[in-house]
């Protein structure tokens, strides 16, 4: 069956550290979104992609970076983590842009 | 602004109480709506959504829910709750011009035995 994936499902790092956390979708979606979800705030989208080599800014973007090289992963790089980016992080994909989005199960990032 | 409001951050009900869950939004053309539901420690599961038509939706899990158009909500509704549906909703909003989905802040609900 075709899925969305995330890993690490769990990470600890040091403030400063580069952190890349993976997707991985076998939909075969042209759509990618990256979301942090913070108590309190619900969802908040930070980057997305239209397809290969297309990537935008979301709402908090600033200190994240994707980078799609093929259909199936958008990995989220943090350049340099900060404890403002401890967070829980959910990616996510669809068919077309304001339809149905499909979920991985999150990865738990903790900024130390 | 394009917005979308959970009115209810907790709600409460007893198994086997109904319930419906709040969702307005803010939008200048006809939206794509959704409401997902998140269990704890899980990631986000469809449960409806309305693109166009019929104006009641059926969902998994015994959820519909209702597009009213004069009111701009869209309220998530189950005749009789179980322990089970304890979880976090969130309401989504998308456009088809648009390019991610816009969602609520969250309702979290408790069930009582």
């Known amino acids: 069956d075709a899925e969305i994936t995330q890993s690490p499902r769990h990470k600890i790092t040091e403030t400063g550290r580069q952190v890349t956390l993976a997707c991985h979708q076998t939909?075969?979606?042209?759509?990618m979104f990256w979301y942090r979800q913070d108590l309190g705030h619900g969802l908040r989208l930070i980057h997305y992609s239209y397809g290969v080599q297309d990537t935008n800014k979301g709402e908090v973007s600033d200190g994240y970076s994707v980078s799609r090289s093929n259909t199936e992963d958008l990995p989220l790089t943090l350049e340099s983590a900060a404890s403002s980016q401890t967070s829980v992080y959910f990616c996510a994909s669809s068919t077309l842009p304001g339809d149905t989005q499909y979920f991985g199960p999150g990865t738990r990032l903790t900024v130390l | 602004a394009q917005s979308v409001t959970q009115p209810d951050i907790h709600i409460t009900v007893s198994e086997g109480a109904s319930l419906e869950l709040r969702c307005n939004y803010s939008y200048g053309a006809t939206p794509y709506l959704f409401w997902y539901v998140q269990s704890p420690g899980q990631g986000l599961q469809l449960l409806l959504k309305?693109?166009?038509?019929?104006?009641l939706v059926q969902g998994i899990k015994g959820f519909e829910a209702e597009f009213k158009r004069s009111q701009s909500s869209f309220n998530l509704r189950k005749p009789s709750v179980h322990w089970s549906d304890a979880a976090e909703y969130f309401c989504?909003?998308?456009?088809?011009?648009?390019?991610?989905?816009?969602f609520g802040k969250g309702t979290s609900l408790l069930v009582t035995p």
């Open positions: 309305y693109f166009s038509g019929d104006t």
């Open positions: 939909w075969n979606h042209n759509n």
């Open positions: 989504a909003v998308g456009e088809n011009s648009g390019y991610a989905l816009n």
